[in-house]
């Protein structure tokens, strides 16, 4: 038994060796002692067929590097499978001699957003569903204006940073995904964006309050994001009061309708093309109030009451303010060789009353005391004759009412005025308010008249 086997096992050894001589040598037959010569293998069967590799499309396209002339059965190509050959472009039908789905260049990539940095943007974008056969090897971004362009090396999504760009300037931008066949269609363009930064922050150097209003004084931000400044915006705390400048350096912003006696603080911004800059750190606090020579409720404000004087208010402020403007350039005191009771009053806070005993009494009409009741400056009723108290504190402080009276399209006080104090019936107080002294004069004298009220 033991011999047999060794014959057996000898043989076939022996067959392979002959095998693999004749194939180094010569063609191979399988079915036939006589090949033919052009062949190297020569298959005769009339009962069998060839049977080569056998792989779906999907697989078939795995194959790494495939060399020219591989063969393979793709059953799925084709109505119902068929033998494919790799020309070195694609896979070519061996049934009707065109290709089977050849390799393309890609379908073009998706831009999914842009984000806009200092002299560059960033490209977000999604890989084509068809890659054209072939795995897609890079990608590249183009801009406009410019044709500037980056690429990164990769076959899905994922970002290209395009840099060199001029900051403050618009662009769009294109992508292409490029594979072994060649390069896509561009994308649609992007949305516009416009490289650059927002402003580092602003600095408040100062701040200082008036009526109702504050002004700060502040410096331009070192780095203005790349992009000109246009503009600056402070804001108040509490009440959230705005206001603005347009310029690119520093400077002072004037923030109004601030609440007289609330202390405020502020903070500052600066905004260019790309935006807005993060708040200054709040100013220091200051609270507005009224002072002699503000322009106020029809008039220009020559007296703040102390606590000594009728109508003051504990923490509030209160005062006197004279109009912009004469109410007549010569009128009577009115009621000559009459006394007129109630009309003697002289300290700050009296003309009120004089001015209503004046027009209860006497009836004549176009007097001083009946002009300054008719005056509606500002849009207020109120106003009345001063007393000679309050006009001496008008012509202590002429100047200033002059200044603001012209700035806010009014004229000067000058020469002499009737007040509403009466000396008796044949007279009343004057006083000429170009810097002379207080006397009195005839009732029937015709003077200037500037009234006044209280706020």
């Not at 194939?23 to 190297?40: E, M, R």
């Not at 007040?419 to 019936?425: C, D, H, I, P």
């Amino acid at each position: 038994m033991k011999t047999k086997m060794k014959t057996k096992t000898t043989l076939l050894s022996l067959l392979l060796v002959l095998i693999g001589l004749n194939l180094a040598i010569a063609q191979v037959g399988i079915g036939t002692t006589t090949p033919d010569a052009s062949a190297a293998l020569d298959v005769v069967a009339t009962d069998k067929g060839l049977l080569p590799p056998r792989m779906t499309e999907a697989e078939r396209d795995a194959i790494s590097n495939p060399t020219v002339g591989l063969m393979l059965w793709c059953s799925n190509c084709g109505s119902n499978g068929e033998m494919q050959a790799y020309n070195g472009n694609g896979w070519m039908s061996m049934i009707s001699g065109t290709a089977n789905q050849p390799w393309t260049v890609p379908d073009a990539p998706l831009i999914a957003g842009v984000t806009p940095g200092v002299g560059q943007v960033e490209i977000t974008f999604t890989a084509p569903t068809n890659n054209g056969g072939t795995p897609i090897t890079s990608y590249t971004a183009t801009s406009n204006p410019g044709g500037i362009t980056a690429s990164v090396q990769q076959a899905g999504g994922g970002t290209i940073t395009v840099t060199g760009l001029t900051n403050g300037t618009a662009y769009t931008f294109t992508l292409t995904a490029t594979n072994s066949i060649g390069t896509s269609a561009a994308s649609a363009a992007s949305n516009a964006v416009t490289p650059g930064n927002v402003p580092d922050t602003p600095n408040i150097t100062n701040v200082t309050a008036s009526n109702a209003q504050a002004e700060i004084t502040f410096t331009a931000p070192a780095n203005n994001g790349g992009t000109p400044i246009t503009s600056y915006t402070a804001t108040s705390n509490p009440e959230g009061i705005t206001a603005s400048v347009q310029q690119a350096g520093g400077g002072t912003i004037t923030v109004t309708g601030l609440t007289n006696g609330t202390a405020y603080t502020f903070t500052l911004t600066a905004t260019n093309s790309i935006g807005t800059s993060a708040a200054s750190m709040p100013s220091n606090a200051v609270t507005p109030n009224l002072s002699v020579g503000d322009y106020h409720e029809g008039g220009v404000v020559f007296y703040i009451f102390d606590s000594n004087d009728p109508g003051y208010v504990a923490g509030e402020t209160h005062g006197l303010v004279a109009a912009i403007e004469d109410q007549s350039s010569g009128a009577e005191w009115g009621c000559y060789n009459t006394s007129i009771s109630g009309a003697d009053g002289n300290g700050i806070g009296s003309g009120a009353a004089n001015t209503s005993a004046i027009l209860a009494d006497c009836s004549e009409s176009g007097i001083a005391a009946e002009l300054c009741d008719n005056y509606t400056g500002g849009g207020y009723s109120d106003w009345f004759l001063p007393s000679i108290d309050e006009l001496s504190l008008m012509s202590q402080n002429r100047t200033t009412i002059n200044t603001t009276a012209v700035a806010n399209g009014g004229t000067d006080v000058s020469g002499e005025y009737w007040s509403s104090t009466q000396q008796n019936a044949e007279f009343g107080y004057i006083r000429n308010l170009s810097g002379g002294g207080q006397s009195s004069n005839y009732k029937s004298y015709y003077k200037k008249v500037r009234a006044v009220r209280a706020f």
